[in-house]
């Protein structure tokens, strides 16, 4: 039986490594995205596994949106409490206590799924000292730099234990990539953006369409605390603090750098200007221009080959910084 597999097994291989055009990546890549969409506190969520941050015992709204029509929807959670309001549309009280709690929308035929990972925050009230639970995060700006609209206080820290570290945000990216890169044992703590994590599905599904295989885009530095981002001598205002950017690259064959994707035989900038061509393509769009933010070259460094600052700042801003080799 396990025969009759080897010819299919080896016309899969010859296809992925004699398609420079990409169809066989774009056909082949699961893109999560769900045949509805959920409308979820001014977010618009359309994955079938999507993460939301929310305070304790907060109030979310949820309405099934670009449904099929005469199809029934529901809504159940084991956590918290439930209100149904509409057809479409229910009220979930998230619990109280801090932790991570699933929802789910679903269809009465049984077709299709999205799984609402809700993330109940630590409240920002409960950082004494600078200190949380041990874990070092340090001060925010007291000023917001006459932004603060960019740089808000954090509403809250999502609880990274041992146990949840490594549970899925979004259908291709984890809770573990978004990690502070400090020292400091578990529990650890993370600010995050819902916007930055469509934005970085957004551009996945794009470089796969493009015809480059990557399961997942390397972050090389999500959230920064601002006691870490401050021993980099990083900006004062980074983004990264407040979990709405993110330094990334397409590495689809684990070899921890930039792919060629410019297919020159080479690893350099010119790759990072065809990743950034990427997104300012999905800049354009307009149903992704709630997500319009930052985007920063960066040449390769002594740790590590050239990457992309990427951003959800709600304006346009661009730069290049190329440092020593």
Sequence with gaps: MKDRWIPLLVMVLFLMLSDPSGTFAENFFYSGRAGFSVHCNQMMLGYHEQAVFALPGETLVLQVVDAKWRTEYFFDSEFGRTQKQTERKWVWTVPETPGNYTGRIFQLNGEEAVFIYCFVMVP????????????????????????????????????????????????????????????????????????????????LARVNLEGFACHTLSVSSGYRTPYYNQRLGNAKYSLHMWGRAADIFVDGNGDHKMDDLNRDGKNNMSDVRRLIAMVEQLDEEPRHHDKIGGLGLYDRTEKHGPFVHIDVRGERARWERKRAR
Excluded at 148 to 156: A, L
Excluded at 171 to 188: E, N, S, V, W
């Design 124 to 203: 920002f009230e409960a950082l004494q000292g600078g200190d949380m639970n041990g874990y070092r995060i340090g001060q925010y700006p007291s000023q917001a730099n006459g932004h603060s609209e960019i740089y808000p206080q954090p509403r809250g820290f999502i609880e990274v234990t041992e146990d949840n570290v490594d549970h899925r945000l979004m259908p291709h990216f984890t809770l573990r990539q978004f990690i502070c890169r400090q020292d400091g044992a578990y529990p650890k703590y993370v600010v995050l953006d819902e916007r930055l994590l469509i934005k970085l599905e957004v551009l």
